[in-house]
């Protein structure tokens, strides 16, 4: 059992854009014990997208396709594979309505160009699509399988999980099980971290122990492959706990979790709220925490104050605390957090000021540097640190840092409580 | 010429590392005027590899191959070279001196496994790696051209700057250059733009016309290839303002612009200053504001009113207005709007309030419903659209639906003075 996945569109394979699909693809395939044995990337053109699905039946027995099944004229893929299967295309009658539905239920007429994405190779299976306009294909030529999906990375992973893992799991497809465990660090640098865990992360070790970075957040990868779910388990489970252990503090969640989920989740547990008041991270800040559905009712809002006289004014930050110690710096940000728990009447403010560049800084404070505070009833702490990195990085990494002040004044008042 | 990207690594194929070597290399090729039509990744298996190889060489004349050159058992390129080629591998005296004096400067004997890294096809000519032990390989079977690089990105890029690409010009491959334009819409959908130019993106037209959309942004790429750069640009230039024409008001942009790039630029010219008041978006409006450099002398700052007390007491919106309308209501974005005005002094007040879900929305409002609303001195404009997708693409569409409404306001303005 091999399997390979074929990425479709110009924008791939010019260079334009970066294919994720693929990898994500792999990595659920993995989990399911079926081995990727190659992946391919074919541009806009019939005769290359027919020859690219002809090689890849000839090397695998699944084949996963994303791509071409816009309703523009360069998407192509209901038509290749109509011609790989030697069959003529028809119209699915339920994928037509609903593609109708999608726009009617948007107050908008669907374009007659849309109606192409109703069609299938005749014989195969749609894959439904409750998001998007395109339909997936299944299509089964003798012993090997096809599974067709959007491009759209949204309507591709659901589709894989709703659709298409199912119909894998149905034929037998899919036997050893693949599982990874992540943990995920902040606080720290990925040389630190490692020095901490280095007998895991050799070469040889089982399971397995990878660690990479991304965006100031050090990850440890464990990965098992046994025959069963629990088996798997079993040889993550003591290595988790043992790095767990040594990490302590810089240890936030694994897997999916981000800081922001876990401070709502934190802010949830405790039944407190939280306002904020953002000058470098102009609105990052609260937009993490708003990702976490049902935060609403922790989140009241927050403030953007971006120049001088907004955080005078709608923060009440003295004036004179801004010509003293300049916009960047400890008081400032202290000042930021208590001035917006007051004004929201939250149990929480939480603040961040800094330089995120690329001009900008004085002498003693480059470029890079971030201060950020969180206010309660009893106290108010506050965090300074000088980052790396492009104006983007800077402030998405000072919102990750102020969301880790809050993870962890969170989590003592767990303790305190 | 056609050419063929070919990515070695079990890490690439099982989904574990992201391959961005081929996207690199793809934008390098185009530059150059040489058509990539696929991209390949395989993992560290012989058969699979000399599979692999021999299909690229079946359908391109150019391959550039990255991994599988290091010292371990795991490197396989060079073996799978001398296959394809059917010769033996010899030693290469000066890529062996080359390894053996890295080692040296680092103060360490050469371990006699990374002997292997001198081996080349019989034939072959070494490519020169100076920051690593792993030498290229440069292979020609006929009329057809194979270069095989390192995997790590930072010496396949040098390598192919300074060894690949002077053979490439010297052997007369890539003379000519390809431009890509891309023109950036906003306000429709995929199909309904490809309606008004489909005469341009009909398969077979010079220049090549492609569509995509990406969170909402409808983007057409205009590609030619020409001998010169001025050729080329004379095939885009008619084509780009014949589509600019046709698509009037929707085209917000070109290249790398995107929405809040043009939206600030526009407060620019226009000396103007804003403030945002956000609900649904919680903040996104205001960071992609900030991404720009330099734009704190026109975004004031902003809101986040996310629950309805904070739309009332931060924003005076009368409380009367959201139990009659709901705070997702047409009436309920303009007080947003005028409310943020007015509380941070700004010539521009800019509000999003929406249903982004999963949970929430009402009968007549579902999830996706959401008003964007841009106040000024004059008037308020609103708009309202009905989104599909996941919480935070409709956070992110929205933030998009507000920052083109600021735009058509400030386009607007520029014609009124």
Same mark, same amino acid.
């Given at each position: 059992?091999?399997?390979?996945?074929?990425?479709?569109?110009?924008?791939?394979?010019?260079?334009?854009?970066?294919?994720?699909?693929?990898?994500?693809?792999?990595?659920?395939?993995?989990?399911?014990?079926?081995?990727?044995?190659?992946?391919?990337?074919?541009?806009?053109?019939?005769?290359?997208?027919?020859?690219?699905?002809?090689?890849?039946?000839?090397?695998?027995?699944?084949?996963?396709?994303?791509?071409?099944?816009?309703?523009?004229?360069?998407?192509?893929?209901?038509?290749?594979?109509?011609?790989?299967?030697?069959?003529?295309?028809?119209?699915?009658?339920?994928?037509?309505?609903?593609?109708?539905?999608?726009?009617?239920?948007?107050?908008?007429?669907?374009?007659?160009?849309?109606?192409?994405?109703?069609?299938?190779?005749?014989?195969?299976?749609?894959?439904?699509?409750?998001?998007?306009?395109?339909?997936?294909?299944?299509?089964?030529?003798?012993?090997?399988?096809?599974?067709?999906?959007?491009?759209?990375?949204?309507?591709?992973?659901?589709?894989?999980?709703?659709?298409?893992?199912?119909?894998?799991?149905?034929?037998?497809?899919?036997?050893?099980?693949?599982?990874?465990?992540?943990?995920?660090?902040?606080?720290?640098?990925?040389?630190?971290?490692?020095?901490?865990?280095?007998?895991?992360?050799?070469?040889?070790?089982?399971?397995?122990?990878?660690?990479?970075?991304?965006?100031?957040?050090?990850?440890?990868?464990?990965?098992?492959?046994?025959?069963?779910?629990?088996?798997?388990?079993?040889?993550?489970?003591? +290595? /988790? $706990? #043992?790095?767990?252990? &040594?990490?302590?503090? %810089?240890?936030? *969640?694994?897997?999916?979790? !981000?800081?922001?989920?876990?401070?709502?989740?934190?802010?949830?547990?405790?039944?407190?709220?939280?306002?904020?008041?953002?000058?470098?991270?102009?609105?990052?800040?609260?937009?993490?925490?708003?990702?976490?559905?049902?935060?609403?009712?922790?989140?009241?809002?927050?403030?953007?104050?971006?120049?001088?006289?907004?955080?005078?004014?709608?923060?009440?930050?003295?004036?004179?605390?801004?010509?003293?110690?300049?916009?960047?710096?400890?008081?400032?940000?202290?000042?930021?957090?208590?001035?917006?728990?007051?004004?929201?009447?939250?149990?929480?403010?939480?603040?961040?000021?800094?330089?995120?560049?690329?001009?900008?800084?004085?002498?003693?404070?480059?470029?890079?540097?971030?201060?950020?505070? +969180? /206010? $309660? #009833?009893?106290?108010? &702490?506050?965090?300074? %640190?000088?980052? *790396?990195?492009?104006?983007? !990085?800077?402030?998405?990494?000072?919102?990750?840092?102020?969301?880790?002040?809050?993870?962890?004044?969170?989590?003592?008042?767990?303790?305190?409580?």
């Amino acid at each position: 059992m091999k399997a390979e996945i074929l990425s479709i569109g110009s924008e791939l394979v010019s260079g334009q854009n970066l294919d994720t699909n693929s990898r994500w693809l792999s990595q659920k395939l993995s989990e399911l014990g079926i081995p990727i044995v190659f992946h391919t990337t074919v541009g806009d053109d019939l005769d290359d997208n027919v020859h690219a699905v002809k090689a890849a039946l000839d090397r695998a027995e699944l084949v996963l396709v994303t791509g071409g099944l816009g309703p523009t004229q360069d998407d192509l893929t209901r038509e290749v594979l109509a011609k790989v299967a030697d069959v003529k295309l028809v119209e699915d009658a339920v994928s037509l309505v609903h593609i109708r539905t999608l726009f009617q239920n948007r107050n908008r007429e669907m374009p007659e160009r849309n109606r192409v994405q109703a069609l299938l190779p005749e014989g195969a299976e749609a894959l439904a699509n409750p998001t998007g306009t395109a339909p997936g294909v299944w299509l089964t030529l003798g012993v090997k399988h096809i599974a067709a999906m959007p491009g759209v990375p949204s309507e591709m992973t659901r589709m894989f999980d709703e659709q298409v893992k199912p119909r894998l799991l149905a034929r037998g497809l899919g036997t050893g099980v693949t599982l990874e465990r992540r943990i995920h660090c902040f606080g720290a640098g990925e040389s630190a971290i490692e020095e901490k865990v280095v007998d895991f992360t050799k070469r040889g070790h089982v399971p397995e122990v990878g660690i990479t970075v991304s965006d100031a957040t050090v990850t440890l990868r464990i990965r098992a492959t046994a025959a069963t779910h629990a088996e798997a388990e079993e040889q993550i489970a003591p +290595v /988790a $706990t #043992a790095i767990r252990e &040594r990490l302590g503090d %810089f240890v936030f *969640g694994c897997d999916d979790e !981000e800081l922001h989920n876990v401070a709502v989740r934190l802010l949830k547990e405790n039944n407190l709220t939280v306002a904020t008041a953002e000058s470098i991270t102009a609105g990052l800040l609260a937009h993490r925490l708003s990702s976490v559905p049902g935060v609403s009712v922790h989140l009241h809002g927050g403030v953007v104050v971006y120049c001088d006289d907004a955080k005078c004014q709608q923060l009440d930050v003295p004036s004179a605390l801004i010509e003293k110690y300049t916009a960047v710096s400890e008081p400032v940000a202290i000042a930021m957090a208590e001035g917006v728990r007051k004004k929201f009447g939250t149990d929480i403010g939480l603040a961040t000021t800094g330089y995120a560049g690329p001009d900008g800084g004085t002498d003693g404070t480059p470029v890079g540097t971030v201060y950020v505070a +969180v /206010a $309660t #009833a009893k106290e108010t &702490r506050v965090q300074k %640190f000088i980052w *790396g990195g492009t104006r983007g !990085e800077i402030q998405s990494r000072t919102a990750k840092l102020a969301l880790n002040l809050l993870r962890l004044r969170l989590e003592s008042v767990k303790i305190e409580s």
